[in-house]
Each structure stands twice: as C-alpha cells, then as structure tokens.
C-alpha cells in the first residue's frame, strides 16, 4: 500500500492489481476510484500543487490523474516489457521522471509530451519530491526500492 498526503489533504490508496482509490482524509469517504491500469501499481505521487495524482503501473505505463477535470493522460515512454516503479514531479510541474526496471530513467515533459532523451537537459531540473532511484540526486548510487 502506497500512501501520499498533498496539501489538500487527501488519500490515496494503491489496492489490488491496477485499483487506486482517493479518500478524504478527515472523513475517509471516498472521493475516486480508478482501475486503468493493466497491472499492479507501484507507486503513486500527487503533483506539487496537488491537482493530480501519477500512478506508476507494473505494466509499464503511468496514469496521471487531473483531479479537477476527471480525466487521466496516460504517459507511455516505450517501456513495454518493463514494470514503471517510480515516478516524481518536478517542482515547477513541467517535467515527469519515471524509473523502470532494470535500472533506467526517462525523463517526460508535461507540457508537450515529448519524452526527454538527453538527461543532461534535466540534470539541473529541481524535483518536489526524490523517489527515483539512479537520479542525479542519487548520483547513480544503489537505493532500494
């Protein structure tokens, strides 16, 4: 189980294979459910801002959830045969990075959705949060997941 608590303080919960459910904190009602994605979820981050929530998927994929429209972008960088293990925002919510196994990053950007090939381009990018292991954060040190 996944928990994430954005300013707005809501919760998310990572259930079975694909499922998440959104909860308010204070009451536990739930909000939102959504079962897209083909496997199980492996991790689930809420944007700096708190109006969506990424989900990263063992199939491979991540599902951005908009809180406020009801709708979900899903964010496929060619990893297909590889489970996506962890995704973070940057700060200022232009750019995605996502871990896949075996120990790969790729880098999307939110705004045109164009995958970030170079990972110089992004080495100086500040992230709001550090989940991604082998980032430059990490300086490409072993962490485990």
């Known amino acids: 189980m ?39 979820i492996t991790d689930i981050q809420f944007s700096p801002n708190g109006e969506q929530i990424a989900m990263s ?4 994929k991540v599902y951005i959830v908009d809180l406020s429209l009801s ?3 899903l964010v496929d960088v060619g990893a297909k045969h590889h489970p996506a293990l962890r995704v973070d ?12 196994q075996p120990d790969r990053l790729a880098y999307y950007n939110l ?27 990490t300086q490409g040190k072993k962490c485990f997941l």
Not at 20 to 40: G, N
Not at 57 to 60: E, I, N, P, R, V
Not at 111 to 131: F, L, R
């Open 57 to 60: 998927s063992g199939d491979g």
């Open 89 to 100: 925002y940057s700060a200022d919510m232009s750019m995605m990075r996502i871990a896949y």
């Open 111 to 137: 705004s045109d959705g164009a995958v970030e090939v170079n990972p110089m381009a992004v080495k100086d990018t500040i992230w709001a949060t550090n989940s991604c292991p082998f980032s430059w954060n």
């Open 2 to 40: 996944t928990v994430s608590l954005p300013l707005s303080l809501s919760l998310s919960l990572s259930l079975s294979i694909g499922a998440v459910l959104l909860l308010d904190a204070a009451s536990l009602t739930i909000l939102r459910e959504e079962k897209k994605a083909k496997k199980y």
């Open 71 to 73: 709708s979900i972008k």
